[in-house]
């Protein structure tokens, strides 16, 4: 919020020191000191382009003036966040994709950067100056993936979104009849039926017994992982 000057000058006639600056509103400042001041720092300054020059007087009404100067003023952090398309984290999916979809804005954009890791580490941060608001990570392999999207400004501002995460598993769970199940086409003589199964899955949401006879499902059964 401020802009330092420092000029050198010589005259022997000197009479005075103008520094003058303006923004996209008008004159903000204009200072004239008599004595041989050679700097000056405004302050407060909100966020704008500014434009700043010097110009000396002499006793015998000779001027000179600085070249002008612009800076812009951005204290501002760039406003960003996910938008529609972009899963919730801690979701699972079977699939080998993951897409993102962001919206953000900065007067002052100078690049974004879409980050994706996995246990290993980062698996892809792609980087882009243009204004890019959505990506497609393809070819991913099955593992927990973590991303998030970093927008920074020309001051050097930025901000980052949350850190999302999202399990993708393409691999059929494995299951199988175990110690203590009948046979196929058996006959049992009894009143029950006792089932027991082996099941192989990194990430398991539940598992459902069926029972049918020859018309229909008697009994669905379902248990939550862990169970």
Do not use: C, H, K, Q
Request: aromatic share 12%; hydrophobic share 35%; proline share 1%.
């Amino acid at each position: 919020s401020w802009i330092s000057v420092n000029v050198t000058y010589n005259d022997t006639n000197f009479a005075n020191v103008t520094f003058s600056l303006s923004n996209s509103t008008g004159i903000v400042s204009n200072t004239t000191y008599t004595s041989l001041i050679y700097t000056i720092n405004w302050t407060n300054l909100i966020d704008n382009m500014y434009y700043y020059n010097i110009t000396i007087l002499d006793l015998a009404g000779n001027t000179n003036s600085t070249v002008t100067r612009n800076i812009t003023l951005d204290v501002t952090n760039p406003s960003l966040s996910y938008s529609n398309g972009t899963e919730l984290s801690g979701v699972y999916r079977s699939r080998s994709w993951i897409s993102v979809n962001l919206t953000y804005n900065d007067t002052n954009f100078a690049n974004v950067t879409f980050s994706l890791f996995n246990s290993t580490g980062i698996a892809n941060s792609t980087t882009y100056a243009s204004l890019i608001y959505t990506i497609n990570w393809t070819n991913l392999i099955d593992n927990v993936y973590n991303y998030n999207v970093t927008v920074m400004d020309l001051s050097g501002n930025i901000n980052t979104t949350i850190t999302r995460n999202i399990t993708l598993d393409t691999i059929t769970p494995l299951v199988s009849f175990g110690f203590g199940t009948a046979v196929n086409n058996s006959n049992v003589s009894g009143t029950w039926l006792y089932i027991n199964i082996s099941v192989t899955e990194l990430n398991e949401a539940n598992v459902t017994f069926g029972l049918y006879n020859v018309t229909s499902l008697i009994n669905s059964t379902m248990y939550a992982a862990g169970n």
